[in-house]
């Protein structure tokens, strides 16, 4: 959890297809931020999805395979390095699990070895207020064995998320 950022957002725990994935410390990885905008305009913003880089600098590229993004489609994106001194782009592919206008977004990531659950979560404050919110959990051998990596990784994205939708 980022202490800074760690306001709760209502509601059940997001869960993939595959189910939920147990957790204990560090994970969930979590964290929001209340920003001065309406939840809709926020919601907005996130549903333009090639236009993530402009706000989000974790994000390098982003894409939705069908180009709409709803529950059942396939998020095609990469991650910018976790420190500007590494020379790598991370890509992954996801489906969207869950897609509740104006509350969550929720995808899902498995492959062999690795399971992971990221959400992005909205909530009105009021006319001109809202929360946004990170929230990710994985699993498997391969989340095992690099999980200093990972949970730096998740870290810096829940970080850098936040940190964007502040400047929207």
């Known amino acids: 959890m980022i202490p800074e950022q760690n306001a709760p957002l209502s509601g059940r ?8 994935i147990a957790h204990a ?3 969930p990885v979590a964290g929001a931020v209340e920003l001065g905008l309406p939840v809709e305009r926020l919601w907005d ?17 982003a894409r939705v395979r069908g180009g709409e993004l709803r529950e059942g489609a ?3 994106w990469a991650f910018n390095p976790i ?4 020379p790598y782009k991370l890509p992954a592919a ?3 699990v869950e897609f509740e206008p104006y509350d969550r977004i929720t995808w899902e990531v498995r492959t062999p070895g690795f399971h992971a659950v990221h959400a992005y979560r909205f909530a009105a404050l009021g006319e001109e207020r809202c929360r946004f919110g990170s929230w990710e959990v994985a699993e498997g051998p391969a989340y095992r064995a690099l999980r200093r990596f990972w949970n730096a990784h998740f870290n810096y994205v829940c970080r850098e998320s936040l940190a964007g939708a502040r400047t929207l």
Do not use: H, K, Q
């Not at 725990?13 to 939920?20: I, Q, Y």
């Not at 420190?83 to 590494?86: G, K, L």
């Open 13 to 20: 725990t997001p869960r993939g297809r595959a189910g939920a």
């Open 25 to 27: 410390a560090p994970l």
């Open 45 to 61: 913003v996130f549903l333009d999805v090639r236009g993530w880089s402009s706000w989000n600098p974790c994000i390098w590229r």
């Open 74 to 76: 396939t998020l095609i």
């Open 83 to 86: 420190d500007r001194r590494y």
């Open 94 to 96: 996801a489906e969207i």
